[in-house]
Every structure is written in C-alpha cells, then in structure tokens.
C-alpha cells in the first residue's frame, strides 16, 4: 500500500511526496458507546489503514482521496488559509480543514500542502474511518512542518476536530485507537492515560453486515436518554452520598464510582428505556474491568467471573482449565457485552444478533459488534486464521455478511517517509 500511495500522488501531482504516514483502523473492542461517558475503553489497532502521501505547497491545500476516485465521486478539494470554512453534507475535505483548524487554533503554523489518502479502512462498518484519516493527516501535518508532537498529541488534535470543529458527538476511543494502535486500555478522563496491553493468541475477524450507520445519528439520542434518566433520578429521595456522584448530564456522572446494587432501589423508578441505558453502562463497565485483569494476567476470582457474566462455577473452571483461557474467557466478555448492547442499548438489529450467534456456534471465542451500531461491522475473536478464512465464507454465503477480513493487531500511527 506505501508503494500504492507514493505512485498514485506521483501521477496526480507530478512529483514524489515529501512523507507518507498510516494509522491503523480499530475494533471497538470492550467497553463500546463509554468513551463520551469518560469511562475506560478497550481498542484494538488493526492492520488495514489508511495511508497519507504529502508535500508542502506554496499556495493551496489540495487534498484527495483514491478511495472517492475509484468510486466516481468527487475526490479533490482546493481551499486556502483565509478559506476554512467547513462544506458539510459529510465532505472528506471537512476532516482536513477542521484539523487546520485546531492546529491554528493551538498556535501551530501550518504551511500549504498537497495529500493523497488511500485507504483499506471502509467508511461507515464501526472500524473508526475517521479517525484514522484524521490521525494519519495530523502526522503529515506533524511531520511536514517538524512540530515534533508525540501520539497523545495528535489523537488530542484529532478528537477536537471532529468533536468540537466538526461537531461530531464522539469519544476519544478512534482517535487513540489510531494513534497508539496495538490493544489499548485508554482512560477517557484527563489525563487520557493510555496502556498497551499484550497481544491475545488467535487472530480478528470482521464481517460487514453491508448496514450503514451514522454515528452522529445514533449518539445524540442515546446520550438524551440517560440523562433523562439521571435526571428522574435526581428527583428522588437520595442519599448524599449516591447524589454526589450523579449529575444530571451522562459526562458529569462518576460512573465508575457506581454500583448495580446501590442505584437497584431508585432504578424502578425510572422509565424502562432510560434504566436501560443506565443498566448497560454498569454493567458493560464492570465486565471490562474483569477483561482487563485478564488482559494483564492478572488473577481471577471464580465467583467473581460467573457473577458478572451469568456462568455457572462448573463453565468457568471448564475455561480456566483450557490451555487458551485467556482468549475463551476474552470471548466471552465480548459476547456477554454484545447482548448488553443488544438488550439495554437498542442498538444492534436481527440480521447483527444472528451473525453474533452464528460466529459463536462456528467455533468463535466470542463475537460483538463493533463501532455505534445499527449496521457497521461485527468482529469475533477466532483461534487461528484457517478457522477465520472458513467462517466469513460460510458467514457470507448465508447472507450474513456483505464481506469481511482476517485481521492482525497492528501498530499505531507511523512515519514511512518519502
């Protein structure tokens, strides 16, 4: 693909690129639809990407997209300094503009420049498009002009284009997905303290459903009905304690500091769609954090894993004596999250709980879906890539899926050079 990149600038423009960079897509591993809550979240970086070829110009930006060309759509927008203004209607070119934005706007000088994105990562499947497009401009803009800013940097450059210029309702999952790649632990409150987590055995499937989504469609309401909730909430008779830590707004919420069992009493109280809402967020939290001391090989409580996950004692020491119990128990968090999701969060569909079920009965560790849901992508974990391979056949000729991939953890944002 760098070679793919370097060549199509080269025919575009007329000459070589200064730089090339990448930042990897992600999977939406654990903790899905937390990060604007400021809840931890798990990311994967995968290694399909998307690649910028860039040089420095002496008087336009000129950006474009392969990806639009070969699609027959307009694939080139021309803009200067004194022309940022954002086009709407979901324009490539208003990622690039409102990252010159924020650059601006922190008092980075930004020189012209000409880009050319090819990318193998699909818009709208929940593999974070955008903010690996947006990752991978802010490192050719980073190492065009010699900024010398690290990963943090850029995915904090990132997240305020799309959220606050673009006014897109996201977290700051995507965007540190792309910038950190490998499997991440990243805390979505200051400081936005990111952990790389060793690798699991087996490898990632992906199969598009072929459903398109929006997540600035999806967000808005979601976050509308929990704060109905909490606000129904804060009606009640509460005891200070529990009051302190709620908030009528789901970003004011310390949710980590809350239990199932001490909201149980109020929760009848609420409507049935905001306690929902609520329900998921606990309980999709409690069980990332029993992932994590997995993912760190940290020890398990027995009681503790059937309790959160619904197993009897006899299922989970049949996992603990498996020599792969790390990624069947890994499984089982993710399957266990996706009937959260399913169930109190309204936000997958039939065809996306059968594909689900299906992966499961095809011999995945466990399967979610992944990104804001409603269509996009649903991800398993597969013991090995032979397995893989088979299951998107099958998944696919039985019209579950539109197309998939066998996919890696790989690396975050990265320098490939000229």
């Known amino acids: 693909m760098i070679n793919d990149v370097i060549n199509e600038y080269r025919s575009f423009y007329g000459n070589p690129p200064t730089v090339v960079t990448s930042a990897p897509g992600r ?32 008087d336009y930006f000129v950006i474009a997209s392969g990806n639009l060309r070969d699609e027959g759509l307009e694939y080139v927008d021309k803009f200067q300094l004194s022309d940022l203004g954002l086009r709407g209607g979901k324009w490539f070119g208003d990622y690039v503009r409102a990252l010159i934005i924020v650059f601006r706007r922190h008092g ?53 284009a799309e959220h606050d210029v673009m006014g897109i309702p996201c977290g700051r999952l995507d965007q540190y997905a792309a910038a950190f790649g490998n499997i991440v632990y990243i805390e979505t409150r200051p400081p936005y303290n990111v952990e790389v987590l060793p690798r699991l055995g087996g490898v990632f499937l992906v199969l598009d459903t ?12 979601l976050q509308a009905e929990i704060d109905e909730g909490l606000n129904q909430l804060l009606r009640m008779d509460l005891p200070s304690g529990l009051r302190s830590r709620l908030g009528s707004h789901y970003w004011e919420v310390r949710w980590d500091e809350l239990s199932e069992d001490e909201l149980r009493p109020y929760l009848e109280g609420v409507t049935e769609t905001s306690r929902n809402r609520i329900l998921y967020t606990l309980r999709a939290h409690e069980s990332t954090k029993l992932a994590l001391k997995v993912l760190r090989g940290e020890a398990v409580d027995v009681e503790l894993i059937g309790r959160i996950l619904g197993m009897s004692r006899a299922e989970v020491e049949g996992v603990l ?36 079920d299906f992966l499961i009965n095809e011999g995945a560790y466990g399967a979610k879906l992944s990104g804001a849901g409603l269509g996009g992508s649903v991800i398993a974990l597969v013991r090995d890539a032979d397995l893989a391979e088979k299951v998107m056949g099958r998944a696919i000729r039985r019209g579950l899926a539109v197309r998939g991939w066998v996919v890696n953890v790989d690396e975050g944002v990265l320098v490939h050079g000229g």
């Open 210 to 221: 072929g459903i398109r989504h929006s997540t600035a469609d999806i967000h808005p309401r």
């Open 27 to 58: 999977l939406d591993f654990l903790n899905t639809h937390q990060d604007y809550k400021g809840l931890p979240v798990i990311a994967v970086g995968i290694n399909l990407r998307t690649y910028i070829a860039a040089s420095t110009s002496s």
């Open 108 to 160: 980075l000088s930004i020189k012209p420049f000409r880009a050319w994105i090819r990318s193998s990562v699909p818009i709208a499947s929940g593999l974070g498009s955008s903010g690996t497009l947006l990752v991978a401009v802010a490192a050719a803009i980073n190492a065009l002009h010699n900024l010398g800013l690290g990963r943090k940097d850029l995915a904090e450059l990132a997240y305020e």
């Open 321 to 356: 004596s498996s020599y792969d119990w790390r990624e069947r128990l890994i499984g089982k968090v993710m399957t266990y999250q996706h009937s959260l999701l399913s169930k109190y969060y309204d936000v997958s569909l039939p065809v996306i709980d059968e594909l689900v």
